[in-house]
């Protein structure tokens, strides 16, 4: 989700072959609520997560917290 980014998101993310992205783009800047909003509705996929430009993250970060999100949500929905 790009919410109006003046860097070179859309550049990076047409770097990545990969049918699983989305690249989603807010024309006029709409602040994080709205962007996490619009993320939210247009996800087709059981867990999302948010990364913020500034959050530096280690592969391993994001497969933990997969591993915790099924294990604690197993046998609950998860709020959408």
């Known amino acids: 989700m790009d919410d109006e980014s003046n860097d070179n998101t859309a550049k990076i993310v047409w770097q990545f072959a990969d049918p699983s992205l989305t690249y989603i783009r807010h024309e006029k800047k709409k602040k994080v609520v709205a962007a996490h909003n ?32 099924k294990k604690v949500y197993k046998s609950r929905p998860f709020i959408r």
């Not at 509705?41 to 999100?69: G, H, P, T, Y």
């Open 38 to 69: 619009t993320s939210l509705n247009s996800s087709r996929r059981e867990l999302v997560r948010f990364i913020c430009s500034v959050d530096l993250w280690k592969q391993e970060m994001l497969d933990s917290e997969v591993l915790l999100a």
